[in-house]
């Protein structure tokens, strides 16, 4: 096609914006579509919540530290940024994960498959459960599957096909470590969606884990790597976002850091078609044919609301926590014998202030020189989010108190670095998919205006990037259609 380029305007440099702008180029250029994309973001910097910090020789995480290999998206696109040899894998010498259980850390069992154990056997010699416990998870083997439509929470659901006992020591300190929120309010089938399939196709979580192990596909292509779980970049995942914004950029992206977007404005032009108009904060606005707003859901509310009031009230619903990360490194020899494998989880009933603690220096290699240790702790979350009034040194000294009395670590750190994500993650409650739905259908007279990112169909880094794909494809189908 040929013509006066398209222009589309991305509202959030975050992850999912980056790889919308990345993703509408793509399929541009494929299409034969002239689009000049425009990528505004707030803050100074990009990549959001992937903040990565190299301090000497210590490379720190403020945000996430990895993502899930087992959803491709991120695997793809580090390919096609020239990055998979930059990739590595967690150190499989050190995989051993513990839980923090009745006063000392337990190892979490072989045959723990994504929170669902297909083995027992090890389950008895954890002493993370009662016997009692474990004969009640067995009663998932024989447990008829619910039945009927409706959402049902995370702690519902696994107390009922599992117990009360699993759930609270070993399946709730694990998912709160993935979305820092309360299993009692978080919808099953917008965070976990495969474990109610399971229920329903084979009657039991247990049957349905030994059937998928059963039923894997084949291993890597023959020449292609594989890779552990949980994967991350050498130089840490700000390598990704640098490649990113160097790749968009190269491909015609005009780039916008620290400028804020107050509104959008629409104008009518022919019958159901509209132009609008994103105004910045010092009053000057750019002409779009369409607009993704790729921002957390209390900001899109504020752009979105004098178009749609409904949505913005729905999109007001989504809640979120807060968190922070306390990064500590230590002289390798000064640390006790607790620290041994990749770090411990903290179930919720223990009353403790750490959600979890990561020993970052034997997870990942690269991240600290030999003779130093860095570990990782995370605070905050649904219902734990009293320590974070706190202030950088007094939130240490509790972080550091917590290690001493669950790890034995004593000793005192040779650096410290404490990052605050304010409202930082999205809560998929009861009834989430449901107020997507309401979302969508509320802004549907406004074609040409998206919504992607973390607080709508996945809170991970390949989720983000998948969604700001299939984003992209909508914004190109749009744009096609008006030639």
């Not at 034969?32 to 190299?54: D, M, N, R």
């Not at 709160?176 to 399971?198: H, V, W």
Request: with cysteine.
């Amino acid at each position: 096609m040929t013509g006066s380029p398209k222009q589309v305007v991305i509202v959030g440099g975050g992850i999912a914006g980056l790889a919308t702008t990345f993703a509408l180029q793509e399929r541009a250029a494929e299409a034969g579509i002239p689009l000049a994309c425009t990528l505004i973001e707030a803050e100074s910097g990009w990549g959001g919540k992937i903040v990565t910090h190299k301090v000497g020789d210590l490379i720190i995480e403020a945000g996430p530290d990895s993502f899930l290999s087992q959803k491709p998206w991120a695997l793809e696109l580090c390919g096609k940024l020239g990055l998979s040899g930059r990739l590595i894998n967690t150190n499989e010498l050190h995989k051993k994960t513990f839980v923090f259980s009745r006063g000392r850390l337990r190892e979490l069992p072989e045959g723990l498959v994504v929170i669902v154990p297909t083995k027992l056997g090890p389950l008895f010699r954890s002493g993370l459960l009662s016997w009692s416990g474990i004969a009640r998870m067995a009663l998932d083997l024989v447990l008829p599957a619910r039945r009927g439509a409706g959402d049902e929470s995370l702690a519902s659901f696994f107390r009922r096909r599992l117990g009360h006992e699993a759930f609270e020591r070993l399946i709730e300190p694990l998912m709160a470590g993935i979305y820092a929120g309360d299993a009692e309010q978080m919808s099953l089938k917008a965070t976990f969606p495969r474990f109610l399939e399971m229920e329903q196709q084979y009657g039991s979580l247990i049957r349905g884990m030994l059937a998928g192990r059963s039923t894997a596909g084949p291993g890597p292509r023959h020449g292609s790597p594989s890779r552990t779980m949980f994967v991350t970049v050498q130089n840490g995942l700000g390598e990704m976002v640098t490649a990113l914004v160097g790749r968009i950029a190269g491909a015609g992206a005009t780039l916008m850091p620290a400028r804020q977007v107050v509104a959008i404005r629409v104008r009518a032009g022919r019958p159901g078609v509209r132009t609008y108009d994103v105004v910045l904060e010092n009053g000057s606005a750019m002409s779009a044919e369409a607009v993704v707003l790729a921002t957390p859901a209390f900001v899109s509310a504020e752009l979105v609301r004098p178009l749609s009031p409904v949505s913005a009230r729905m999109l007001e619903t989504i809640p979120y926590a807060s968190t922070a990360t306390v990064s500590l490194a230590y002289a390798a020899d000064a640390l006790g014998s607790s620290v041994g494998g990749f770090g411990f989880v903290v179930p919720r009933m223990e009353g403790r202030e750490l959600i979890a603690a990561t020993w970052t220096s034997l997870k990942w290699a690269h991240r600290a020189p030999p003779a130093q240790a860095l570990i990782r702790c995370y605070v905050g979350g649904v219902g734990r989010e009293a320590i974070l009034k706190a202030d950088d040194e007094r939130l240490v000294q509790q972080v550091r108190a917590e290690l001493r009395s669950m790890a034995g670590i004593a000793a005192e750190p040779i650096y410290v670095e404490v990052n605050r994500w304010e409202r930082g993650m999205p809560q998929y409650t009861l009834g989430h998919l449901d107020r997507l739905a309401q979302i969508k259908s509320s802004l549907g007279n406004y074609q040409g205006l998206y919504l992607t990112g973390s607080a709508y169909r996945g809170v991970g880094i390949p989720d983000c990037i998948r969604d700001g794909s299939e984003t992209a494809a909508e914004v190109i189908r749009y744009v096609a259609a008006r030639q």
